[in-house]
């Protein structure tokens, strides 16, 4: 494609990575974000008082080539380390070993850290909530959500999850028909800070016959300050589903307590907690191609819903769509 304009919506790890493959080949790219930062589901919270969570990804793993490359880059750059971490399986307080260690990664000094280093240098737009791309000539008109007008593109590409992703494509019915097949499960996500140590011998757990699938000690992974003592506590999507319209402070309490049933670690009131609710959280079910264009249209969409469900995929979905586009006569 000759090298005209491209706006690119989201700024999580698939619409930066696919941004910088463009900008790197020459490509004028906007990216539009409507969140005040760059991380999407790999932000990271940072409280008044600087106390810093990974609510969304608490880490990543690598299965390809390609995305082990790029994270060994990451690693010579100090963006991101491993993460040698001791986990369990905690069975209603009864504590075994993680069954299959895996190796696992995490992003420094916050998991948002990969999306900073990729949108440096990049144009990148916050707080700006795109509205459905609209046809003009043989481009696009880019608007937000009050009709401002935001530009004109030689080519949209929108990276947020798919239910978002669908209601964006108004004006490409074949991609819509494919986006909203895919179906994205919930999750809460409870963020609390104590001021003693809580005393588990683990650092992290993923938790059976709870509300709970996961939780982490934020303050143990390697580049974050060991205090206060914060972790981060993961709902179930089934739970989530049940209790999706509840009060967040609600939510906070009963995830507190499933926390202390599972750990046994007695009674502790945490000096600041909050939830937050991740509507869109994973695709349990992603669309099997790599990512979707209309060619003809120049619109298309990326994601760790398209491909594979995780930040490897996001990434490689985003990368894989840039080389496409760059390909069209
Ligand atoms: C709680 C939780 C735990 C997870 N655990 C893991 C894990 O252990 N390992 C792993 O690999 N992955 C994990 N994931 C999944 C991983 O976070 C995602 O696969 C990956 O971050 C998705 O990146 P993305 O770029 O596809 O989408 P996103 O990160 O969702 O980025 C999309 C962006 O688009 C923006 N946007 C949406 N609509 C608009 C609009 N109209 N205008 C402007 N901007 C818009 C959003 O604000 C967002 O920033 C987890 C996710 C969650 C939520």
Not at 48 to 67: I, K, M, N, S
Request: glycine residues 10%; hydrophobic residues 40%; charged residues 25%.
């Amino acid at each position: 494609m000759e090298k005209g304009a491209v706006c690119i919506i989201g700024a999580g790890i698939s619409g930066l990575t696919c941004a910088r493959n463009l900008a790197d080949r020459g490509y004028p790219v906007t990216v539009f974000e409507k969140s005040r930062g760059v991380g999407g589901r790999m932000s990271t919270r940072r409280t008044d008082d600087g106390t810093l969570f990974d609510h969304g990804a608490p880490y990543f793993t690598v299965q390809g080539e390609r995305f082990r490359s790029q994270v060994e880059r990451w690693i010579d750059d100090g963006v991101v380390v491993p993460w040698e971490v001791n986990i369990v399986e905690l069975y209603q307080g009864r504590a075994d070993k993680e069954g299959r260690p895996v190796e696992r990664f995490v992003a420094v000094p916050g998991m948002n850290g990969i999306c900073h280093s990729l949108a440096q240098g990049l144009d990148v737009r916050f707080n700006t909530t795109v509205a459905p791309p609209e046809r003009d000539g043989d481009g696009w008109l880019i608007r937000d959500q009050d009709g401002g007008e935001l530009g004109r593109f030689q080519a949209v590409l929108i990276s947020a999850p798919a239910p978002q992703t669908t209601a964006l494509l108004k004006a490409a019915p074949l991609l819509v028909k494919r986006a909203e097949r895919v179906r994205m499960a919930p999750s809460w996500a409870v963020m609390a800070a104590f001021q003693e140590p809580l005393g588990p011998a683990y650092d992290a757990a993923f938790i059976h016959q709870s509300p709970l699938t996961w939780i982490a000690k934020n303050s143990g992974k390697p580049g974050r300050p060991t205090s206060p003592e914060t972790w981060v506590l993961q709902a179930t999507p089934a739970w989530t589903a049940e209790q999706i319209e509840k009060e967040p402070s609600r939510v906070t309490r009963r995830l507190l307590e499933a926390f202390r049933e599972a750990t046994g670690c007695g009674s502790a009131e945490p000096s600041f907690s909050t939830a937050h609710l991740w509507r869109y959280a994973v695709p349990p079910e992603p669309h099997p191609g790599p990512f979707m264009l209309d060619e003809k249209l120049r619109i298309g969409a990326c994601g760790d819903w398209c491909g594979g469900p995780r930040v490897e995929g996001a990434f490689l979905s985003g990368a894989l769509l840039a080389e496409r586009l760059c390909e069209l006569a």
